[in-house]
């Protein structure tokens, strides 16, 4: 998983309270479960994820998630083969309001 912090220049590489980003999943990959402080607004550009309950999110899905919810989003996708037109990275936009704290398991 990679991410770009689309605010960081402009904050001197402060930790801030809220973060838009730019996240990329290989396929098969994921993010660790998290909890939204504020809401989250997240928006899919390209490939998917699914989410721990189930729920598909593909190219042009947008989702908010509300404050104090937790989620752990896995790319769509097969994690044995690289990434392809067939096989695509998830790419998401994302504005974590008040931000985000890791869960544990």
């Known amino acids: 998983m990679e991410w770009i912090d ?3 220049s ?3 590489g402060a930790s ?5 980003v730019l996240i990329r999943m290989a396929p098969g990959c994921g993010y660790p479960r998290h909890r939204h402080v504020g809401p989250e607004d997240v928006l899919v550009l390209a490939g998917g994820y699914v989410d721990g309950d189930g729920r598909r999110f593909t190219a042009g899905s947008f989702v908010r998630y509300p404050a104090g919810s937790e989620h ?3 790319a769509l996708g ?3 083969e690289p ?3 067939g096989n695509p990275s998830c790419v998401l ?3 974590a ?3 985000t704290q890791l869960v544990a398991r």
């Open 83 to 85: 990434a392809s037109a």
């Open 97 to 99: 309001h008040e931000g």
């Open 93 to 95: 936009f994302a504005v």
């Open 6 to 8: 689309l605010a960081d």
């Open 78 to 80: 097969n994690a044995d």
């Open 16 to 20: 801030p309270a809220s973060m838009t």
């Open 72 to 74: 752990e989003p896995v």
């Open 10 to 12: 402009e904050r001197g």
